[in-house]
């Protein structure tokens, strides 16, 4: 606990009180035992823990993980600002993430329960939020990507973004209807059990896990993927970038009690097309809203043909938490 006080303190911009990110619709808690936060200073009303905020933003680390995330954040990374940029900057992925995004709430149950999205980058479910959804957490360890989330989502008081760790959530046990991750769990496989483990605690009985993932089922997918990333200018040789198959899901989520509901692939052309970092200068450059809706068209479409929907780029699944665990 020391430790802890001692950080909270140790820097002017993280300075206590948290009365803003207190007074928002989410209630947080104690990632270490659960218990409630006290107003004002960030600190555990029951095991004592002190949290600092950052540049107004919550964070939930401790001083290992937190120099961790800063010492990432200082690696330059190609691929993360390709992504920043392509996401803000080109009309077709913005448009393609809208569609993205709808697809997954609909997955989400309309209980007026919490909703927490992980490993949230900038936030792009959360800065998608529809009028239905109450209460919402972000959390993402990157302090960088969660102050861009933080500072686009001031306004809407239902959503706290915070710096945090999938594996150990400020929420309580049972607290979320819904989590939702786009395509962050292909990045995290080393703690992918932990991760799920903890999906599980924060969801309640019958909540959901929605998520989006790269689909490795279709062996045909998976030789062009590997072949991408090694051509990749932006992506490179990146391990991480590789998908799951259905079957590993599944697996992996059973010893959580998450079981899978649906599962999905989707995205033919528009998918690799409008997201795609590589083809940056070319999406910058394209501004016609048309042509999204046309790729976006021919993608619903050919999720429809028979032989051609097993080869989608991605998966969109849902997996229930059971009843007991
Ligand atoms: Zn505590």
């Known amino acids: 606990m ?14 206590p009180p948290v009365g803003e990110s ?4 989410f209630e947080l808690v104690c990632p270490s035992c659960h218990g409630p936060l006290g107003s004002g200073p960030l600190r555990c009303e029951a095991c004592g823990r002190a949290f600092r905020v950052h540049e107004g933003v919550p964070v939930f680390l401790d001083p290992d993980g937190w120099e961790a995330a800063r010492s990432a954040r200082a690696v330059p990374s190609r691929a993360r600002d390709d992504y920043s940029r392509v996401r803000r900057a080109c009309i077709l992925t913005q448009m393609y993430y809208d569609a993205w995004v709808d697809r997954l ?18 936030g792009e479910l959360s800065r998608r939020l529809p009028p239905w959804v109450r209460a919402a957490l972000a959390v993402d360890r990157d302090p960088e990507a969660a102050q861009v989330a933080a500072r686009d989502l001031a306004h809407d008081r239902r959503v706290t973004v915070a710096v945090g760790d999938a594996t150990a959530l400020p929420v309580a046990t049972g607290g979320a209807s819904a989590v939702v991750i786009i395509g962050g769990l292909h990045h995290a496989r080393p703690e992918l ?15 959901v896990l929605v998520a989006s993932e790269p689909a490795n089922d279709h062996p045909l997918v998976r030789r062009v993927r590997r072949w991408q990333y090694s051509r990749s200018t932006s992506q490179g040789h990146d391990p991480d970038e590789d998908g799951f198959t259905r079957g590993e899901l599944e697996l992996a989520m059973a010893p959580h009690g998450l079981r899978l509901a649906t599962y999905d692939v989707f995205g033919f052309v528009a998918y690799p097309l ?3 970092t590589d083809l940056l200068p ?3 450059g394209a501004r016609s809203r048309l042509l999204g809706r046309a790729l976006l068209g021919l993608d619903a479409a050919l999720e429809r043909v028979p032989v051609i929907r097993r080869l989608g780029w991605a998966s969109r699944f849902v997996a229930r938490r059971e009843a007991t665990v």
């Open 193 to 207: 059990a932990r991760i799920l483990r903890e999906v599980a605690r924060v969801l309640r009985p019958r909540g």
């Open 282 to 284: 070319l999406l910058e």
């Open 105 to 122: 709430l609909a997955e989400v149950p309309r209980d007026g329960g919490a909703l927490v999205e992980l490993m949230c980058g900038e």
């Open 2 to 15: 020391g430790r802890e006080a001692h950080v909270t303190t140790s820097k002017s911009a993280d300075t």
């Open 22 to 25: 207190l007074g928002r619709a």
């Open 274 to 276: 409008m997201g795609n």
